[in-house]
Every structure is written in C-alpha cells, then in structure tokens.
C-alpha cells in the first residue's frame, strides 16, 4: 500500500457558525497527483489552510508525513502556491531573486548573510522553472505566466516533497496553461514530487490526474479521473449546483 503523506481524519471547520467542511476524511498518497475540485465557496482553500497549518481545525486530526501536524517541524517537506500569487501587486519593488528567496524556510533574513548555498537554491528553483534568465528582473514587469513560474521556483525552493497549488491557472493565457502543466508533469515524473493541485479545469484533470476529489462542504467524490469523467451530467449539476460539462482528454 503507498503510503499517506498527508491524512486528515474526522476534520470539521466553521467559520463564526457556517460550518465549510464537516467530517471529512482525505488522504494524500505519496507520489499522487491529486487534483481537488469542487464549486466556489466549497472548503477547498480552508482544507489546505487546514493541512498547512495556518488555522486548527474545530474537530479532527492530521498527520503530516506520519506526524501529529502540532509536532511537524519540516516545513520544507511542503511548497505552497497560494491562490494570490496570481493577483500579487504589480508595483511591488523586488525581483525576481528576491521573491524566490522569501519562500527559503532556512533562516536567512534579509539583512543577514545570504550565503552561497542558498543563492544556489534560489537560482536552481529558478533553472527548474525555465525563469534563470530572468533572476534580476523586477517580478513586475513580468508577464502572469512569468510571474506563476517565479511562484512555483518560490514553492521548491526549499525541495519540497509535496507541493500545493490553490487555483494556479486563473487569469494565465492558455498558451502558458499548457507550458504549466507540462511543467507540473516534469516535476512529478522526474522530480517525484507529489502534487495537490486546486482547479476548475476539469478537463486538464483527467488527463493530469491520479486521483480526483470533489469537495462541497463534505467529500463528494474521491476517485480515479476516469470515474470522475463518467459521472453523469446529473450527479455533477447537482454538486455545483449548475449544469456543468466535463470533456474528458484521455489518451
Ligand atoms: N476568513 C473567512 N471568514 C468567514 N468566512 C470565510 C472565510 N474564508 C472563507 N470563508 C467562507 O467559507 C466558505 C469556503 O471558502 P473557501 O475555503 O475559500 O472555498 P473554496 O476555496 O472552495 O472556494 C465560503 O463560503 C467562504 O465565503
Ligand atoms: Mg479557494
């Protein structure tokens, strides 16, 4: 059996009193590629603040690479790329370098000594994600896709084993779409980092994928891409509360 490297069990959150997620079970298998999916509003942001250790839950528990979440200390074990990166504001005076270096859980402070195996770190993330040549830039100045890339080079900085996307492809031209999946792909097949990727894009799903979660409040579906795809119209309209088409791209 593969082992989990993330397993929430029994989680259950409200904000105030709206409960967003109510008794969920989800599992991460290490090597997976695991795509969520789900209506806006669903608790899709919230599970992975959750598992990321940005709030407690209310009910529950999660083990991150088979330790209590409390306990875990190797945060670098996991690279994040927030749903905000997208809309980071364009005026903001840092390059590229700089943005890259942030995302560093060694400690290194601005003002202290940056030394040469970390600017190794930064510039190899940075090679990773075909933005080397861009490193003394000024990250706006760059094009959305661009600056996605510089995101991501900002999540592996540190060699994560399992890396996080929280809608990475809103508001990315669909040539740049494309050049992110076949970069998701490198990373998983060649780097065997494990991948949660949050989207809409059901279709680019099943043909990434290898496993596939639905969440609205509780877990709606949890299965192979194939199974996803073969739901019908009717179960799928009645989960997003909107009629909904799912192309499937199997090969
Ligand atoms: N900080 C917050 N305070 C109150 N309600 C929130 C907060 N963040 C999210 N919510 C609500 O929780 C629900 C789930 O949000 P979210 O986890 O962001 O869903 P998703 O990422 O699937 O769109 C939504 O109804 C949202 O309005
Ligand atoms: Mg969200």
Redesign the pocket.
């Known amino acids: 059996m593969t082992e989990a490297i993330v397993s929430m069990k029994n989680i259950s959150y409200a904000?105030?009193q709206?409960t967003?997620l109510d008794h969920i079970d989800f599992e991460i298998p290490q090597g997976a590629f695991m795509g969520l999916v789900?209506?806006?509003?669903?608790?899709?942001?919230?599970?992975i603040k959750l598992l990321l250790g940005l709030m407690k839950p209310d009910d529950g528990s999660i083990l991150l690479f088979n330790q209590p979440i409390e306990k875990f200390k190797e945060r670098n074990k996991i690279g994040f790329v927030s749903?905000k990166a997208n809309s980071f504001n364009r005026g903001f005076p840092a390059t590229v370098f700089e943005v890259v270096s942030t995302g560093l859980t060694a400690k290194v402070g601005y003002f202290k000594f940056f030394n040469k195996k970390h600017k190794t770190k930064v510039l190899e993330a940075l090679k990773q994600v075909d933005m080397l040549d861009y490193a003394y830039e000024n990250i706006g100045n760059l094009s959305g896709g661009q600056q996605q890339r510089v995101f991501i080079a900002r999540a592996l900085v540190n060699d994560p084993e399992l890396l996080i996307l929280?809608e990475p492809t809103v508001g990315v031209d669909s040539r740049n779409v494309r050049r992110f999946y076949d970069l998701l792909h490198h990373l998983h097949e060649n780097k065997n980092i494990t991948l949660m990727l949050?989207t809409h894009d059901t279709g680019a799903m099943t043909e990434h994928a290898t496993d596939i979660v639905c969440?609205n409040k509780t877990l709606h579906f949890h299965g192979k891409p194939e199974e996803y795809s073969s739901l019908t119209e009717g179960v799928l309209s009645d989960l997003y509360g909107h009629p909904i088409n799912v192309v499937a791209h199997n090969h």
């Open positions: 904000y105030e709206k967003v789900g209506p806006n509003g669903g608790g899709k942001t919230t599970l749903q929280d949050v969440l």
